[in-house]
């Protein structure tokens, strides 16, 4: 059996601005070409690189492509000149370029490509979207995170905000680049018709910095950035402590569901001495809510906070670690990425694969992202050589796109959405997970989230609060994630429950949990379960580490595996504690690979009879952000850390103060014409011939200089002066900005909506924008078992009488 999209041609004309779009199906097993210009794709000269010049971020992101190198017409004239492209057009499923900013840039190039083949799906990755008062902005990494409210809640308080040390913002528009070209195609399959897929690399960054991209627009106060952790309010949520030999990284929790993770930790405070009996038998259950009206105080608080940093820096790491193990604590060490590569999980499931590369000779890199079952992902291969299947490709027969030969007559009905009719069932709970089944619903699926009255969704106890309501349908957080989906409430824990869930099961095309493994399993609901229940169902599992490996039942949040990862020890300044990067950063880089696998998965279902297992860790899926790094230590020998906001390419680089409080400007010059614009804007006649290597040297000076130029003047004025000269530059926006945004207005990127309780609440919109067939987005989350009678009367055929006897059986609660 072939892996999941082995019947897909891609063609990805995309450079270091998307390329992680081509890789994430090529990683499902499509063919990808990569389409260079004679002298290779610009994402060749992208650092870090080898020792031989080799790029490790075109290797990380190119493997298994193969590489059709344009002809020097091509290269001259655009792709359109080539004698071979429109053959290799006509005959791909999907094409991703760079839109304005790439190749295919000519005003009739979608024209001209929707003509010569309908059935195109043609993805385009941009910085802000194709239309809109900020479409022809320059943008780099740093100025996207800037724009995208991500880079406003990361760093220290008391220093500009800060990123990541390898590049994320391109990465999050590539992934959502995967995910929308396959709903695209699953549109495609009913229709027989193409369409155009416009993804806004700014709202893609947005994604990393749910839910605080909410506040502004729901009239809460923005969410702000404090080293190793957020400040909410006048509150402190501190998420990295120290270590005899490094830190940790710990998330305090106390909702209904997860207060116990709390009392354990100061259970153990007290045992070694840290905190006194008060403390220790504080009611952690309901501790937020004391804070929250006053019960308990932030100094209160700030006590419990230095009691745990007492105990973390009297142990180290390895010790933290297994005691966090042996004792079920929300807990991780923040690993670099020698420590990630010497993991014992990643190992045993197989997530590092070495392969031969002409010149590079063995490399080891990251495996598949996900295990995915009958058949298994494929393995990457290297990356091609320039123009290395140039030949073959201009040489083959004619190729059809995967187009369905018989469509029903009549066609969609109009306003009908690419996963109209798809059934989910959704065990899923916090962020990952529901923001993964967030976006089926919002393209058209019937998701069903269940939850129970015992253990509701935590994001329910979470704010913003709606009006003030702290009680479980206030919030406008789990309303976000949730939107558009149908809640009901089953208490698993009896057997008209669980045979409620069984018919639930029996109903769906997909069944979706993020438990910790061994949850399901206890219910009779693991994967080889579901498969008996309903062979053509596709079972999803994602948690932190997986369904097996020694680390599996290690459960947690987002934070957690960002600091295993290695994205907290990239996170910050060299002379500070690790910041990490806002709140539960690989919740934010899952979504995108569960998107991606659930509707590759359901394409091989739909061909094949059979139903699809999908197990998908957050940790496996998250170290693609970071693979440039991974290659740096496993062919360099170096191990990355934070550096602040310097890099290693590009000067000046940097984010700098405005006037106001707390305002900041990104602002980036990537090649010399930018910075020779930089210079004629801020009058620096002195200094406009420094080279990239000058400019390098003397980084700190020109920011030292660039800050005071920039500190007379408001953050959108540099913005606009920089911008209308070409160069990289944004104000540092956080949620109420973004709301204000223009751009986003332009977009409808956050939505008004009804609320089932409050009447209205604001939450983001599709990230992505299909042109025949948008996602909606009309109605917040559910209250808690709210469509309890329609899905079981509409969705699983029970009449009244049933119902009411579940009722009885204690099933509902």
Not at 166 to 180: I, Y
Not at 301 to 312: G, Q, W
Not at 680 to 706: P, T
């Amino acid at each position: 059996m072939a892996p999941v999209l082995a019947t897909l041609r891609v063609l990805d004309l995309t450079d270091h601005r998307g390329q992680l779009g081509g890789a994430v199906l090529a990683g499902l097993g499509a063919e990808v070409i990569a389409v260079e210009p004679p002298d290779g794709s610009p994402a060749r000269r992208q650092g870090p690189f080898a020792a031989d010049g080799t790029s490790l971020s075109w290797w990380a992101y190119n493997r298994s492509k193969r590489s059709y190198a344009l002809s020097e017409d091509g290269q001259q004239r655009g792709p359109f000149a080539d004698p071979h492209f429109e053959r290799l057009v006509r005959g791909a499923d999907v094409l991703i370029d760079n839109g304005p900013h790439g190749p295919t840039s000519a005003p009739d190039a979608a024209a001209r490509l929707a003509q010569w083949n309908p059935a195109l799906v043609h993805v385009t990755i941009s910085p802000f979207g194709l239309d809109g008062p900020k479409a022809g902005w320059p943008a780099s990494d740093l100025t996207l995170l800037a724009a995208g409210c991500q880079l406003a809640l990361t760093g220290d308080a008391d220093r500009a905000p800060v990123r990541t040390a390898v590049p994320q913002a391109w990465l999050h528009a590539g992934a959502e680049a995967a995910g929308a070209a396959l709903l695209a195609l699953a549109e495609r399959d009913r229709s027989g018709r193409g369409q155009r897929v416009d993804v806004s690399a700014q709202t893609a960054v947005m994604m990393a910095a749910v839910p605080a991209t909410v506040f502004g627009a729901n009239g809460a106060p923005d969410v702000q950035r404090m080293g190793g952790g957020v400040r909410v309010g006048a509150r402190n949520l501190r998420l990295v402590y120290p270590a005899a030999d490094g830190h940790v990284s710990i998330m305090h929790n106390f909702s209904s569901t997860s207060w116990r993770y709390s009392a354990r930790l100061m259970e153990l405070c007290f045992e070694r001495g840290h905190c006194d009996e008060a403390m220790r038998d504080e009611d952690w259950r309901n501790y937020a809510e004391a804070l929250i009206t006053g019960a308990r105080d932030d100094e209160h608080f700030d006590r419990v906070k230095a009691a745990v940093a007492s105990l973390t820096a009297s142990m180290t790491k390895a010790e933290l670690f297994a005691v966090a193990r042996a004792r079920g604590l929300l807990l991780a060490p923040v690993a670099d990425l020698a420590d990630v590569l010497a993991g014992e999980q990643l190992d045993a499931r197989g997530d590092w694969r070495t392969v031969l590369d002409p010149a590079l000779g063995p490399v080891r890199g990251p495996g598949p992202f996900a295990k995915v079952g009958p058949v298994p992902l494929p393995g990457l291969d290297r990356p091609p050589q320039l123009g290395e299947h140039t030949e073959p490709l201009a040489a083959e027969a004619p190729r059809r796109p995967e187009v369905p030969l018989r469509r029903p007559a009549s066609g969609p009905a109009a306003g009908a959405r690419p996963l109209d009719g798809l059934k989910v069932l959704d065990f899923s709970w916090i962020y990952a997970g529901p923001l993964a089944t967030r976006v089926l619903a919002d393209f058209g699926a019937t998701v069903v989230k269940v939850e129970s009255t015992r253990r509701s969704d935590s994001t329910r106890g979470s704010g913003p609060y709606l009006n003030g309501d702290l009680g479980p349908d206030g919030s406008a957080q789990f309303s976000h994630f949730n939107a558009g989906k149908l809640g009901l409430t089953l208490d698993l824990g009896t057997e008209a429950g669980r045979s409620v869930a069984r018919d639930l099961v029996r109903w769906a095309d997909v069944v979706f949990d993020s438990f910790t493994p061994g949850v399901m399993a206890s219910w009779g609901l693991a994967p080889e379960d579901l498969l008996v229940l309903n062979p053509r169902v596709v079972a999803v599992s994602t948690s932190l580490m997986g369904l097996d490996g020694p680390l599996s039942t290690f459960s947690g949040f987002g934070n957690l595996a960002g600091a295993v990862t290695g994205f907290y020890e990239l996170t910050g300044w060299p002379d500070r504690a690790p910041a990490g990067p806002f709140l539960a950063y690989t919740d934010y880089i899952a979504p995108r690979y569960l998107v991606a696998s659930i509707l590759a998965a359901l394409r091989q279902r739909d061909r094949t009879g059979t139903g699809v297992t999908i197990d998908l860790a957050q940790q496996e899926a998250a170290i693609a952000f970071l693979a440039p790094a991974v290659l740096e230590h496993t062919v360099n020998g170096s191990v990355l850390s934070r550096m602040g906001n310097a890099d290693r390419y590009a000067a000046p680089h940097g984010v700098y103060p405005c006037t106001g409080v707390d305002q900041w400007v990104a602002v980036v010059c990537e090649t010399d014409e930018q910075w020779r614009s930089l210079c004629a804007e801020a009058g620096w006649d002195d200094r406009h011939g420094l080279d990239i290597g000058a400019r390098l040297a003397q980084a700190a000076e020109l920011d030292v200089e660039l800050a005071e130029w920039t500190s007379t003047q408001t953050a959108d004025a540099v913005t606009l002066r920089l911008v209308a000269r070409g160069v990289p530059a944004h104000t540092v926006q956080n949620s109420t900005a973004c709301a204000a945004d223009a751009q986003l207005v332009h977009r409808r990127h956050f939505r008004t909506v009804e609320h089932p309780v409050h009447d209205k609440v604001v939450v983001e919109a599709p990230r992505a924008i299909l042109s025949r067939t948008p996602g909606q987005v009309t109605r917040g989350g559910p209250q808690l078992g709210e469509h309890a009678f329609e899905v079981l009367t509409e969705l699983l055929g029970h009449d009244a009488d049933a119902v009411a006897e579940l009722v009885v059986q204690g099933a509902l609660d």
